[in-house]
């Protein structure tokens, strides 16, 4: 079993920072990338940011020059740096690994799994 764990969520006042982290663990084998998405009421849910195995990144036009990505491979763990928030930003954070984790049975599998969300609101 994988789980993720995510924490550093809060109120903050726009223009304000927060990081998040997410931390995995479990019968972990390799993590091939960690990912933050949200989900603002009555939207879908989308993707922010995006950290690969080699430390590529990739992030939302929305959140470009705002927001960092960062992973601690030792530890399992992806972080979001969020700088200079917005009112839009406001939304429940969801962490997501795609990762190889050790079966029951004695081999390897891919498997995708979720955080269960950290609420951020950003007040004018």
């Known amino acids: 079993q994988v789980q993720l764990v995510e924490s550093g969520g809060g109120l903050v006042q726009a223009g304000g920072s927060l990081r998040l982290s997410c931390a995995a663990s479990g019968s972990i084998f390799s993590i091939n990338a960690m990912n933050w998405f949200r989900q603002a009421p009555g939207k879908q849910r989308g993707l922010v940011a995006q950290?690969?195995?080699?430390?590529?990144?990739t992030y939302a036009d929305s959140v470009k020059g705002r927001f960092t990505i960062s992973r601690d491979n030792a530890k399992n763990t992806v972080y979001l740096q969020m700088n200079s928030l917005k009112p839009e930003d406001t939304a429940v954070y969801y962490c997501n690994a795609d990762l190889i984790y050790y079966s029951g049975s004695g081999d390897t599998r891919k498997g995708g799994y979720w955080g269960r969300g950290t609420q951020v609101t950003v007040s004018s």
């Open positions: 950290i690969f195995s080699g430390d590529r990144t």
